[in-house]
């Protein structure tokens, strides 16, 4: 986690949002909305301050957010959950995160089973909780693991099993015979699952399965999500944590000592988003599977090989039709040669497979139209 002087290296969102900021370049970089979410989440938000709720909210998040996470699992996977013991509200899917890998890992033998390319965070939770990181790569074009990779990565030394569905970085959801195999895997090795679902709501092809509602799952699975994806409120940090009593127990454990509570005024902001009705929800998967069309044509005609991602913010392109041997130095030169930002894949790989993913880039779609426009017309340009 440190960088090479040893100070704090940032994270490569950071780094590249500030070289968007330093640069002036559009930035497909970091996945962050350049658009405010449903007016009536907005405006839950700025009525919740104005009532008053300033203050520490209740340790495992106010009751009427609890109940609307439940309503939601009710209502779009047929999950039934306990408001009072089975959900917890944390900090943003990263405390989530942070404090599941964290409550459950026992000791420096236990393994942490990640796909890879991962989410950042993945790899280092693990450092930080003193396990062991074991992948399982996807592979350019389609992101699908292969079973016997899988099935070989999963042990009886296996605590967690993570995924992340849809995925971040390759913009992959993972087919039903993968989903089947992790909890397969689980039961034979008495692994907890957990799931990463911030984009649950953008499944182009939908609708999305959350790996709890497969048979024999739930009773092993965390499943976290958060609103920052879904209401395009990513700088709010609302996140949650669902699963059985026990383990969900051990998560608040950890999470009362990293922020013990937080977001009093947004917590009923996401609750009444939570509640918004379904053509809300489908409208925002449209919109998304759009945008990614319009990027990936966009990429294309400027020379690019694209993958076709099914849900998510990202699109990862493949830059060595355009003569790249390097992604990572293409990406340090794009903003100067065409004003635009993107991150190479290999920042969300481990140094053993910097080589898989060498000249791919992943692009976030999350813009609006005319900024994707523009940023594709830019890339052309600069060919
Ligand atoms: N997991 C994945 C896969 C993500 O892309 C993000 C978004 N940055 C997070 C977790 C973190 O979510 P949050 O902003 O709610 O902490
Ligand atoms: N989820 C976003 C991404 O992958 C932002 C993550 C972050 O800034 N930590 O780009």
């Known amino acids: 986690l440190l960088g090479e002087d040893g100070s704090a290296a940032p994270t490569v969102f950071a780094e590249m949002s500030a070289l968007a900021a330093r640069t002036g370049a559009i930035n497909l970089g970091q996945g962050f909305p350049d658009e ?7 405006e839950a938000a700025r009525q919740a301050i104005a009532a008053g709720a300033n203050q520490y909210p209740p340790g495992r998040g106010i009751p009427d957010l609890r109940a609307a996470i439940a309503e939601h699992q009710e209502r779009f996977y047929g999950l039934r959950l306990d408001p009072e013991t089975e959900v917890l509200v944390t900090a943003g899917a990263t405390e989530a995160l942070a404090a599941v890998i964290l409550a459950l890992v026992d000791s420096p033998d236990d393994e942490i089973v990640v796909f890879e390319p991962y989410y950042d965070e ?25 079973p016997a990779e899988l099935r070989r990565a999963v042990t009886d030394r296996t605590r967690l099993i993570l995924v992340n569905d849809p995925h971040n970085p390759t913009g992959a959801v993972f087919a039903r015979d993968v989903l089947d195999l992790v909890v397969e895997l689980a039961e034979r090795h008495d692994a907890i699952i957990v799931t990463d679902e911030v984009y649950e709501h953008l499944v182009f092809d939908g609708p999305h399965t959350p790996l709890a509602t497969l048979p024999g799952a739930a009773a092993r699975t965390l499943s976290i999500s958060s609103g920052g994806k879904t209401f395009s409120t990513t700088g709010w940090k609302i996140g949650w944590v669902t699963g059985p009593a026990d383990l969900v127990e051990a998560v608040l454990t950890v999470k009362q000592y990293l922020t013990y509570v937080g977001g009093a005024p947004f ?3 996401i609750a009444a988003g939570l509640r918004l009705p379904d053509g809300f929800f489908t409208g925002i998967a449209a919109t998304m599977r759009a945008k990614s069309r319009i990027l990936g044509e966009g990429l294309r005609a400027a020379g690019f090989a694209v993958s076709r991602p099914a849900g998510s913010y990202f699109t990862v392109a493949d830059a060595a039709p355009l003569g790249v041997e390097d992604a990572a130095s293409f990406c340090r030169t794009l903003p100067a040669r065409a004003g635009v930002v993107a991150i190479p894949l290999t920042a969300f790989a481990t140094p053993e497979r910097q080589d898989e993913y060498r000249t791919l880039v992943r692009f976030a779609a999350c813009k609006r139209v005319d900024v994707l426009e523009e940023a594709a017309a830019r890339l052309s340009r600069a060919q």
Do not use: N
């Open 122 to 146: 993945y790899a280092a939770c693990v450092a930080l909780a003193g396990a062991r990181l074991v992948t399982v790569p996807l592979r350019w074009p389609d992101f699908q693991p292969d």
């Open 36 to 42: 405010d979410g449903p007016a009536e989440v907005l």
């Open 267 to 269: 917590q009923p902001a």
